[in-house]
Structure formats: structure tokens, C-alpha cells
């Protein structure tokens, strides 16, 4: 059985040789017959790779946007036993994104029981750790993600960018930092973690530096919803109110979700605080908007 799971193709297209070859060539039966046979292999597989097909319309359907339908059709291949630890990983961070953090540490946790490959193993390790820490459990996400780094030979900017989040997170702002530099060490044009480290900047109460790195990272990425938030911040912080709407405004636009620094409520606060802001013309802009003829 673990042998039709691994080469599932392969075995389906050789026992349909076989079948083509002794009903053609040894039985000698009409073409009907070949027509009928395949049909019930092709009913026989469909049964028994269900869960596999099941997964994979999940995942079409996850890649379109329906994530609703996705949903339903991942727990359907649970339901029939799928062992494709590339649905537990795409389910996991399905429920992980929309706050189901306790479901998105079960299913990583399963699917690194399947035997993935490197990439999927990486990538339901992170997903791991990106759960405990919406569960609140900062230590066990950083344990987490320090592990992937002792482990393999190299890991990526998105590792690298959320282990020094979660340093952040922690309060070990050198940490953080150092981190964070290797994470736009690796990869430049990250902007993620060029997010980061405006928010390093920003809590040690840098402002020119921090408006330099989300900056950067808005020229990555024009809608990166943290950074949007955080250079309203900054533009707050110097007085500057019309420039502070303009950036909640394009926060409140952006995509959001459970895995954002800011929250949903976070960005409407400030939105509706600043939507219906104009600013006053000063004395000396009113003087000068006046025609000659009004003088």
C-alpha cells in the first residue's frame, strides 16, 4: 500500500498496459470490452485515491481565492485519510491566517508526522511557530524557530523575519535587530523585514531611522498594512496630520490579517479618527489665494 501511495501514477498507468495488452492481444476482445475495463479502473482509482484528488481540487480552489470551498474540501480529505503532509501545510496556514491558531499548530504538528520533503518540512515548522506565538506562547515559538535555524544549513528571509519579530516581541530589541539584518542580508528586497526594523527603530523612538525603513518597505511592497499604519504613526508623532491620514487611510484599504502586527480594530481606530481631517488654511494662505480684484 505505501508503495501504490509513493508511485500511485505510475502503478494506475502500468495496470492499464497490462490490461490493454490482454484484452487486445491475448484475449482478443472487441473494444468494448477495453472501454468498459478502463472505466472501472478509472472508478476503482478514483476511489481509491480519493483523498488525493480531493486535496487537489482543495488546493486549486485555495489558490483561486474560494477559500470557503477549500476548507470543506481539505477536511473532506482528512476525513478519507489523506497523507500528503502539502494539505496539512495548506490547511494549517488557511485557519492560521483567519486566527485559527490552535487548528494550524494540530495540522502542522500531523504533517510533520507524514514524512514531508525539506521545503514542506521548513514551511510547517514556521507555521508552527507563527501558531504558538498567536497563542501566546512567545517562548515556544522562538524554541521553535531557533531549532530550524541549528537544523538545517540555510533558511530563508521569511524564517529569519519572523524569529526576529518574535525577539521583538519578547522585548530583546539588539536581538531583534541583529536578526533582522540578516534577514535583509539574505534578501534586500524583503519587505517584511524592512517592516521589522522600522518597528525596532520606531520603538527605540528613532523616527528618521524608522521612517527610512518602512518606507523602503512600502516601495517593496505599497501594501504592506503594518508599515501603511506605522508611518501615520510617525507622521502623528511630528504633528503632521494630513500626512498621518493619507497613510491610515491606505491602511484601512489594505489586507489584513491574524498574522499582522496591527489589528483590523487598530487601523479603524485611527481611520475614523483621521478620515474626515482638512486641514485649516493658515492666515497667511488665505491672503495669498486673494485675486487682485478682490483687494
Keep these: 500500500m505505501n508503495f501504490l501511495r509513493k508511485y500511485k501514477s505510475l502503478a494506475i498507468i502500468a495496470a492499464a498496459l497490462i490490461l490493454y495488452y490482454i484484452t487486445i492481444f491475448w484475449l482478443r476482445l472487441p473494444a468494448l470490452y477495453l472501454v468498459i475495463i478502463y472505466g472501472v479502473i478509472i472508478i476503482g482509482a478514483c476511489v481509491i485515491f480519493r483523498a488525493g484528488l480531493i486535496a487537489g481540487i482543495a488546493n486549486l480552489f485555495h489558490s483561486a481565492g474560494k477559500k470557503d470551498i477549500a476548507r470543506k474540501l481539505y477536511l473532506m480529505s482528512f476525513k478519507y485519510k489523506t497523507r500528503n503532509p502539502i494539505t496539512y501545510l495548506n490547511y494549517a496556514v488557511l485557519v492560521l491566517h483567519e486566527g485559527g491558531a490552535d487548528q494550524a499548530l494540530e ?13 514542506t518540512e521548513k514551511n510547517l515548522r514556521l507555521t508552527k511557530g507563527s501558531a504558538y506565538w498567536l497563542l501566546g506562547e512567545l517562548d515556544s515559538a522562538v524554541e521553535t524557530l531557533e531549532d530550524m535555524v541549528k537544523d538545517f544549513d540555510y533558511v530563508n528571509v521569511h524564517v529569519l523575519t519572523s524569529l526576529g519579530f518574535l525577539y521583538f516581541a519578547r522585548g530583546d530589541l539588539e536581538k531583534a535587530k541583529s536578526i533582522t539584518e540578516k534577514a535583509i542580508e539574505d534578501t534586500p528586497d524583503s519587505g517584511p523585514a524592512w517592516d521589522n526594523m522600522g518597528q525596532i527603530y520606531l ?20 501594501n504592506l498594512v503594518d508599515s501603511l499604519y506605522f508611518m501615520g504613526v510617525i507622521r502623528e508623532k511630528r504633528g503632521d496630520k494630513e500626512g498621518a491620514r493619507e497613510y491610515y ?31 485649516e488654511p493658515t492666515e497667511e494662505s488665505e491672503w495669498e ?4 480684484a478682490d483687494l
Design 249 to 279: 487611510i491606505r491602511a484601512k484599504d489594505a489586507k489584513i490579517s491574524s498574522l499582522n502586527t496591527v489589528s483590523k480594530d487598530e487601523v479603524l481606530t485611527k481611520y475614523n479618527e483621521y478620515k474626515d481631517y482638512v486641514e
Design 289 to 292: 489665494d486673494l485675486d487682485e
Design 107 to 119: 495540522y502542522a504538528r500531523h504533517g510533520l508526522t507524514l514524512n514531508p520533503d525539506l521545503m
Design 203 to 222: 520603538k527605540e523612538d528613532d523616527l528618521d531611522k524608522a521612517e527610512e525603513a518602512f518606507k523602503k518597505a512600502l516601495e517593496i511592497r505599497s
